[in-house]
């Protein structure tokens, strides 16, 4: 497993299409005090759903409202089977084509700091043969970046298939319009297209990009490709972006990239570390775990609503909740005996009220409005504050007061008389 703040996640072994059980999944977490949030970024590929679990310094382990499961759109894994995608490291697998220009790095690219220059000598076709390994499937998506010296009179992508006995098909080309020619000249613009595979097809063969009519001395540029089974929107993915994975040699090999989901936790606790685990239940076994991060409070409280977690209310208690821990008990005379029997069991939730107070029209609406249908609410307090992670508070009659104000004053006083309950709408902790 990696270390670092982020990303947490396995590493990938070679080969061009990795075995779903070994593809790990991964997060980055991200504390936002000014919204009293913790916003996690996660990943799985190939997964149908992930799990995101909260762990606490006491060891209890809380699922995150909204992420267990969190169900994720079906193909937010991509896989881009070009072998060497921004020539980065080397020209490695790159072959001259038609026109055999001849072919070097060269700097101001598309993504990273380097891309491939093909230089034909004399006038003519100037074609590239990009190294993959992309698999045959019925359809399959090519996107790269293009820059033109001048402008050619055709740009084509082809793909070559083979049957199962190596015999070959009819390659499949796919043309730039004028328009998308015109776009690449002198300067990087995204070329996408899409090809159908030939009946019988079982393999396929070359790759290869074809500039025709370029002048003498004119180069093609090419950076960021995709090779991609089925279709996609084509835009340049690979292992080192955030849920990637490089299936062999950084750089010089496929990549699996995962789509990333971002979950807000807005019942995480303040000012205590917090550590966040997921798994998916669509594999067996593995799981990444992020480093503690603290949610600052800063001295704010907030109150979430279970349907809503990742909004919480900023509000203003006025003073430190009263409470009450009502005993269960009853006490019985018995005759001859100087004394009662009592007969006790465990108390009650606490119950008291908290008083807040809103300064504006919009601040009192805003916290009616996460009272009005009378779910229970959460409330967290700052760390010192003595009151734990949080407290679910199930409110009674709110009573609204102007305090000795003007009516058209917007400040307001809300006493909100509660019941300390479990947390709603599910589990609130698991087994450790």
């Known amino acids: 497993m990696q270390g670092g703040d982020f990303p947490w996640a396995m590493g990938g072994w070679a080969g061009p299409a990795l075995p779903l059980p070994a593809l790990p999944g991964g997060l980055v977490v991200v504390p936002d005090s000014s919204a009293g949030v913790v916003r996690v970024l996660t990943w799985w590929p190939d997964a149908a759903m992930l799990e995101v679990i909260r762990l606490n310094p006491d060891g209890t382990r809380t699922p995150v409202r909204g992420a267990y499961p969190a169900t994720l759109p079906a193909g937010a894994t991509r896989r881009n089977y070009a072998t060497n995608p921004s020539v980065e490291q080397s020209l490695a697998g790159y072959v001259p084509s038609d026109g055999n220009p001849t072919l070097t790095q060269t700097a101001g690219a598309a993504a990273g700091t380097s891309a491939l220059r093909a230089t034909i000598a004399a006038a003519g076709a100037d074609g590239v043969a990009i190294p993959h390994g992309l698999p045959a499937s019925t359809f399959a998506t090519l996107g790269l970046a293009l820059r033109l010296s001048a402008r050619a009179a055709s740009v084509t992508v082809s793909v070559a298939y083979t049957d199962a006995g190596g015999g070959a098909l009819t390659t499949q080309t796919a043309t730039l319009t004028a328009d998308q020619v015109n776009a690449s000249v002198n300067t990087w613009a995204r070329q996408v297209v899409r090809v159908q595979a030939p009946a019988f097809a079982a393999t396929v063969g070359t790759v290869k990009v074809v500039a025709g009519g370029m002048p003498a001395g004119g180069y093609v540029d090419l ?136 300064r504006t029209f919009a601040e009192r609406d805003a916290l009616l409005a996460a009272l009005a249908d009378g779910s229970p609410i959460y409330f967290r307090a700052p760390g010192d504050f003595g009151l734990g992670y949080g407290l679910w508070l199930a409110i009674g009659d709110v009573g609204e007061d102007p305090a000795g104000r003007p009516q058209w004053h917007p400040g307001r006083v809300l006493t909100l008389p509660f019941t300390v309950v479990d947390a709603p709408l599910g589990p609130a902790t698991m087994a450790a």
Request: hydrophobic content about 35%.
């Open 223 to 358: 950076d960021a490709v995709t090779v991609e089974q089925g279709q996609t929107d084509g835009s340049y993915v690979d292992g080192d972006q955030l849920g990637g994975l490089w299936t062999g040699t950084p750089g010089l090999s496929a990549s699996v990239v995962a789509g990333v989901q971002t979950i807000v936790d807005g019942e995480a606790p303040q000012d205590v570390p917090v550590t966040y685990l997921v798994t998916s239940p669509s594999f067996t076994g593995g799981s990444a775990t992020s480093p503690p991060v603290v949610l600052d409070s800063n001295g704010r409280t907030w109150v979430t609503h279970p349907a809503n977690p990742s909004a919480p209310l900023c509000c203003d208690p006025a003073t430190a909740p009263t409470l009450t821990r009502p005993a269960t008990q009853a006490a019985f005379a018995v005759l001859g005996r100087g004394y009662p029997v009592v007969v006790s069991a465990q108390r009650g939730s606490p119950t008291g009220s908290l008083t807040v107070n809103t």
